[in-house]
């Protein structure tokens, strides 16, 4: 079955880096586009990033561009998040997501909590 | 400021029907056509999802259900406005819903505000 599993969250101070990691399996992760999604304590759900199948675009929400990149590894089905200068905002908890060709996120990782605090 | 509008909360009896709306503020996340006086507003998408748990698709494509979604739950759409309905309430249909839609350029997400449902 497919299974989306993130992992590499915790405490960071302000203006730090963090890395997190969302393994995938049960599916050809090589042909599907990923995102991230992350979520501030009691409040919404906000998209964070985009990246194709080959890893060719990216694509990000406007607070984070220039400090996270999306990536990924597809000989290890592995996306990637790397967060750097984090600030306490960025505190949340982020999905890992797989997207269809109808622009919808069918299956979602358990999420891993980032916490950016001095 | 989210992308596409929706109510903070809304609430039912079991076994009543709701609504959720979700509303397009902005131009990129669909096509006005003037020759039909109406929105190119397809790839919306509602997810459910309950607390401290991850969100799960329930809605795609504005009506289209995937495998295992109850078929009380529908989606439609009128102008720039999709929406949600839950019919024949439950009381594990308690729990916050998100509507989406694509930019269109394709490069981004939109997330609604999302809406508390409560079962009374």
């Known amino acids: 079955q497919v299974q989306l599993v993130e992992s590499g969250g915790g405490v960071v101070q302000p203006g730090k880096s963090l890395r997190l990691s969302c393994v995938a399996s049960?599916?050809?992760?090589?042909?599907?586009?990923m995102h991230w999604v992350r979520q501030a304590p009691g409040k919404g759900l906000e998209w964070v990033a985009l990246?194709?199948?080959?890893?060719?675009?990216?694509y990000y929400v406007d607070s984070v561009k220039g400090r996270f990149t999306i990536s990924r590894d597809n000989s290890k089905n592995t996306l990637y998040l790397q967060m750097d200068s984090l600030r306490a905002e960025d505190t949340a908890v982020y999905y890992c997501?797989?997207?269809?060709?109808?622009?919808?996120?069918?299956?979602w990782g358990q999420g891993t909590l980032v916490t950016v605090s001095s | 400021q989210s992308a596409l509008t929706q109510p903070a909360s809304v609430s039912g009896s079991p076994g009543q029907s709701i609504t959720i709306s979700c509303t397009g503020a902005s131009s990129d996340i669909y096509d006005y056509k003037a020759s039909s006086d109406s929105y190119d507003y397809n790839y919306v998408s509602w997810y459910q999802q309950h607390p401290g748990k991850a969100p799960k698709l329930l809605i795609y494509e504005v009506n289209s259900r995937p495998s295992g979604v109850p078929d009380r739950f529908s989606g439609s759409k009128s102008g720039n406005t999709a929406s949600l309905t839950i019919s024949g309430l439950q009381a594990e249909d308690e729990a916050d819903y998100y509507c989406t839609s694509c930019t269109r350029s394709g490069s981004a997400l939109r997330f609604g505000g999302g809406t508390k449902l409560t079962v009374l």
């Open positions: 997501a797989r997207l269809t060709t109808a622009w919808s996120l069918d299956y």
């Open positions: 049960g599916f050809s992760f090589n042909i599907y586009a």
């Open positions: 990246i194709w199948y080959d890893g060719r675009n990216e």
